[in-house]
């Protein structure tokens, strides 16, 4: 399949017809037997695993390599193919009904002493893995997933040229324009003090190339945010970058849902129901607390602002009067947690701003007990329960406070009771749309008024008049494609009006000279003609995790940062030849703590 001058098969390709037939072999000693002289290899390459037989009174250098033997040397083998005998074939292997008689076997390469297991199921913790990645790689695991993760984007690609895009490759190096977090800078050696900065996304360039007439285009590309990382997020990322010209929001829809058709069915064999589900980012956050809800699963979240309002617990009163809300979760069967389970769902919500949860016990008799029902009356109780179509055996919670705590704590707790009950089906994969975001999002600690998305997000045409009045009630021409509570990406219909960006410019704070400076030459090509345009960009590794069942994006990535956005392997970032920082006209000083 695969022959050069060492080999002329792969450890994957040999089969019972090629029975008598002479061949080389090349790869790393997935394992050995030495049985009384007689040696057993399995030749591993990334294709498969081949059996080599090597005779001590037929193959000359037998006995010496016995003795230096060790896993992952990498060795060369030469003989003929034979069959197994019945009885010794393996055929949970595409080789397992031949093996290859040595009649020559040399060591290209040894090996040291292993820091981990090749072939054996990983138990070491991820930070061995990561800084021994060069023998992480070489674990069957990875290597089917990045066997995987190519033929998924060969499968986006093969879709995309089917439907017209053209694939055009944007700048690394760019200007750093605010794009909602932290950009990566590189500084430049011919103009001293002036930066480049890493793209966090495509996003000025794909919206020129609209305007500059080129209709579909489409990029799989490194993306760079210095942001704080977790298990499904990394600085350095890939996704899919789409633009289209004169389309409207079903139009971008469709496209990604056929997209989403071909790769899975690609990939997976599997078919997928379209259209997907559509929510509104009010009703996902009313139902569900999240702007990326699971779907997979039920328990809604259930406003009982009305009950609390003139109920007898004071907390629950009080937080009404002061303009905020209650809200409350059923935890089917929770009744059977501890008072230290129910604990842990409290220390849960309070690192999402809550200050406490309260909760009842639905016993046998469908009868609330325990936690705050001493301070509410029968009737109430009735009612809570009632809300929440609370059955015998469940746990009833609640929380009391802004809409914002409210909606995060229980919207998370909602999750994580959803992954802990086992009330998501693994292998369901559901889509869904979550359309209507709000234009602008006011920063809780300066006041000030942001973009939810970035500064070029076309406002609903309804909403316009609003600008300037109630910049928190415009709607954006913005969505976001989710698959199992997680956000696969976003994107929107665009400002292609100079007069409309100039507006959503000064309610963003932005007057014309800071405009100008910072993104003038995007403002002169759109008054050269823009069509009416929008696009997505889709977060690949994480679409690949979800596809694989993973639970973190450094298991689809050959390379990953850890959670600090260090490199183990190579020690990135590193210090540099001071030389180097001279020349650029850099001088260091000590930084804040990191914690």
């Known amino acids: 399949m695969f022959a050069t001058a060492l080999r002329s098969h792969t450890c994957g ?73 019945g009885d010794n074939r393996n055929p949970n292997r595409a080789t397992g009904e031949i093996e290859v008689k040595a009649e020559r076997v040399e060591v290209l390469g040894e090996a040291a002493p292993l820091p981990l297991e090749i072939g054996a199921a990983v138990t070491v913790a991820e930070e061995v893995r990561l800084r021994y990645r060069f023998l992480d790689l070489r674990r069957a695991p990875m290597q089917e997933t990045l066997r995987f993760r190519h033929a998924f984007f060969l499968a986006v690609r093969r879709h995309l040229d089917a439907c017209g895009f053209l694939e055009i490759e944007t700048p690394v190096l760019t200007r750093s324009t605010p794009e909602g977090a932290r950009d990566y800078l590189v500084p430049s050696r011919t103009r001293p003090g002036h930066f480049f900065a890493l793209p966090q996304s495509p996003q000025l360039f794909k919206q020129i190339l609209m305007l500059a007439g080129y209709d579909r285009y489409a990029q799989i590309v490194k993306c760079f945010r210095d942001e704080d ?218 006041g000030a008024i942001q973009a939810c998305h970035h500064p070029f997000t076309a406002p609903r045409p309804a909403d316009l008049e609003r600008l300037a009045a109630d910049p928190a009630g415009v709607r954006a021409r913005a969505y976001d494609l989710i698959l199992n509570g997680e956000e696969l990406g976003g994107g929107s219909i665009r400002i292609h009006e100079p007069e409309v960006q100039r507006r959503v410019f000064a309610v963003l704070g932005i007057d014309e000279r800071r405009a100008e400076e910072r993104f003038g030459f995007f403002l002169e090509a759109l008054r050269f003609g823009t069509p009416p345009h929008g696009g997505i960009a889709l977060g690949l590794d994480r679409f690949v995790m979800l596809l694989r069942g993973l639970e973190s994006i450094r298991d689809v990535i050959a390379f990953p940062k850890t959670a600090s956005a260090t490199c183990l392997m190579t020690g990135a970032p590193a210090p540099v030849d001071p030389a180097q920082l001279a020349e650029l006209g850099i001088a260091l000083r000590p930084g804040p703590e990191r914690p």
């Open 229 to 446: 990382l977790r298990a499904n997020r990394q600085p350095e990322f890939t996704q899919l970058d789409l633009e289209m010209a004169f389309v409207s929001e079903e139009d971008v829809f469709s496209v990604v849902e056929g997209l989403c058709q071909a790769a899975v069915r690609s990939v997976l064999g599997r078919e997928l129901a379209v259209p997907f589900g559509r929510l509104s980012y009010a009703e996902a956050i009313e139902r569900y607390g999240l702007d990326k809800p699971d779907l997979r699963f039920g328990l809604p979240l259930c406003d009982v602002s009305e009950i609390a309002r003139r109920c007898g617990f004071r907390v629950f009163a009080e937080t009404v009067a002061r303009g905020g809300i209650v809200k409350g979760l059923r935890v089917p069967q929770g009744g059977a947690l501890s008072r230290k389970d129910i604990d842990g769902l409290e220390a849960f919500v309070r690192d999402y701003g809550a200050r406490g949860l309260a909760w009842v016990k639905l016993g046998e008799s469908g009868a609330a007990a325990g936690g705050i029902s001493r301070w509410l009356s029968a009737e109430e109780l009735r009612g809570l329960a009632a809300r929440l179509e609370g059955l015998p055996g469940d746990l009833l919670v609640f929380l009391a406070d802004r809409p914002r705590v409210v909606h995060q704590g229980l919207g998370e707790l909602r999750r994580l009771i959803g992954k802990r009950l086992e009330l998501c089906d693994p292998g369901q994969l559901n889509f869904c749309w979550v359309t209507d975001f709000p234009l602008f999002e006011v920063d809780e600690t300066s």
């Open 13 to 85: 390709e040999l089969r019972a017809a090629d029975a008598g037939t002479r061949v080389a072999l090349a790869g790393w000693v997935q394992s050995w037997r030495n049985h009384g002289g007689l040696l057993f290899v399995d030749l591993r390459d990334r294709f498969g695993i081949t059996q080599v037989v090597i005779h001590p009174d037929e193959t000359t250098e037998a006995v010496a390599i016995s003795a230096r033997l060790r896993a992952e040397f990498v060795v060369r083998a030469e003989g003929v193919v034979r069959l197994r005998p």
